[in-house]
């Protein structure tokens, strides 16, 4: 059985004659081409649009291309991969020889690129994107978290002015706040906060619709469901954790989820020099919160019994706040771990799982 690091170079061992860095720019993008030696035979700045990318490499030999995740990588990718050339995304964070360059511009950032595809594509830490449907389907949920967020601002801006005229609203959920509110709201109000609410309802209306087409995403994803049987896992979140992940083998070991998703400690270790420091967020932001918010379910009063939740609370102990935040975060971690290994075996979730054979107490006699 072939390791992990072994396969990468099998990955990468069909490498073409020439090699380009392509630093995709909003408007505008700089190529840098090596020869088969490494040296430098063409550079320029190219259009970022899909006739330009068709221009340059469209009637050229088989090119290793490289270029760092982002905006456009997405649609870059996947255009040159059809024309037949060798495709490269780099993981942007990783390289920090490009992002914390004190000399970075398009021109240098090309090149480096170019330099080490060339030598070695792992120095990249290539990832791959998922497919243009996936992605559609990951934007509506991207769409309703901007919703929710901007209604939330409107809301707390019509409490803001309530409070400056001495008045206090009722506490009512987000979606009954239209209705609730406007009795409340005194007369000197009414001009100003109208349209605020109307605002609240339409995105309260787009929302509503939107959940439905997420409760939908279940019929074509059936993972979505076996997720769901984990507490504290709703459509969003099992929805969120399947199309962000996209496929469970992107991850090559369960107990890698949760540093994939940033829930894991930084690690700044020297010698006989290990501080503790804070979780590394250098995941996917929206799946990381959501697990967050499942995890002060798992551990709230509504959360129902299970190992995971008893791991938790004895986490969390009486510590005070700082504690309390800990155990979040680590029962966050644990879930995102607990729902990559039901996506891989295929097993609903079990509040308390058997012990392994060597965990168990022998018996007496």
């Known amino acids: 059985m072939r390791s992990k690091h072994s396969k990468k170079k099998l990955l990468w061992r069909d490498k073409p004659e020439r090699t380009v860095g392509l630093d995709l720019g909003d408007r505008f993008s700089w190529y840098c081409l090596l020869n088969q030696h490494g040296e430098v035979t063409e550079e320029g700045r190219i259009a970022t649009s899909e ?28 255009l040159l991969e059809q024309l037949g050339h060798q495709v490269i995304v780099a993981n942007a964070r990783e390289v920090r020889s490009i992002s914390a360059s004190t000399s970075k511009n398009d021109r240098n950032d090309a090149e480096k690129l170019a330099r080490l595809a060339h030598c070695d594509p792992n120095l990249l830490e290539p990832i791959r994107h998922r497919r243009r ?31 400056s005229a001495g ?3 009722p506490r009512c959920a987000s979606e009954h706040f239209p209705a609730a509110v406007p009795a409340c709201l005194p007369a000197t109000l009414t001009a100003a906060s109208t349209p605020l609410l109307e605002q609240i309802a339409a995105m309260t ?12 995403l279940a019929h074509r994803y059936p993972e979505i469901s ?46 006989d020099r290990d501080p503790e420091r804070n979780i590394g967020k250098d995941g996917n932001t929206y799946l990381r919160k959501l697990l967050v918010q499942s995890a002060h379910y798992v551990l709230g009063p509504f ?24 155990a979040i975060v680590a029962v966050a971690r644990k879930l995102a771990v607990i729902l990559h290994c ?6 609903c979730y079990q509040p308390f799982p058997p012990l392994p054979p060597a965990s168990r107490t022998p018996q007496a006699g």
Request: with cysteine; proline share 5%; net charge positive.
């Open 51 to 78: 006739a330009a990318l068709q221009l340059q490499f469209a009637h050229t030999s088989r090119l290793r291309i490289a270029m760092e995740c982002g905006t456009h990588s997405p649609w870059a990718s996947r």
């Open 133 to 163: 449907e996936r992605q559609q389907d990951l934007n509506m949920l991207r769409v309703r978290d901007t919703l929710v967020r901007a209604r939330t601002m409107l809301i707390n801006t019509v409490r803001g002015l309530a409070k």
């Open 167 to 169: 008045a206090r609203l």
């Open 205 to 216: 209306a787009h929302i509503r619709t939107l959940d439905q087409q997420i409760e939908k």
């Open 226 to 271: 076996l997720l769901r049987t984990a507490p504290g896992i709703g459509p969003i979140v099992a929805a969120a954790y399947v199309l962000t992940l996209d496929r469970p083998e992107n991850t090559p070991r369960s107990r890698s989820a949760g540093a994939f998703l940033g829930l894991r400690p930084r690690q700044d270790q020297s010698g």
């Open 303 to 326: 959360g129902p019994d299970s190992a995971l939740r008893r791991w938790g609370q004895k986490l969390a102990g009486s510590g005070g706040k700082r504690a309390k935040k800990r």
């Open 342 to 347: 039901m996506w891989r075996t295929g097993q």
